[in-house]
């Protein structure tokens, strides 16, 4: 098992309990899939270095997660073609 972070930046006009809504489904697919969640940092909206999708802010929210490498490809699936999603990024961590 590895450790992966996984960024999401979410449209920043959602409500707070659509963004956990939205959230929530990640993480249970990362538990349905046998991964720890160990830590969510939800940085708030900021501003992005260029705009997406006519957005110039975006909500981000980090996950860190303990998993296998199988998980990865349907979060990237998931997170494709969830229209609140601007953007997101797994990368694998070096913290054990």
Not at 19 to 46: A, F, H, M, N
Not at 66 to 75: A, C, Q
Not at 82 to 94: A, C, G, T, Y
Request: aromatic share 8%; proline share 1%; net charge negative.
């Amino acid at each position: 098992m590895k450790n992966y972070e996984l960024v999401v930046i979410f449209d920043p006009s959602l409500e707070e309990e659509a963004i956990d809504k939205e959230l929530s489904k990640i993480t249970s697919l990362l538990e349905k899939e046998k991964c720890k969640v160990s830590d969510i940092d939800k940085w708030g909206v900021r501003k992005l270095t260029y705009s997406i999708k006519k957005q110039e802010n975006g909500y981000y929210i980090i996950v860190y997660f303990n998993g296998k490498s199988d998980v990865i490809s349907e979060l990237d699936r998931i997170n494709k073609i969830n229209d609140k999603v601007l953007r997101h990024m797994v990368v694998k961590s070096d913290e054990s």
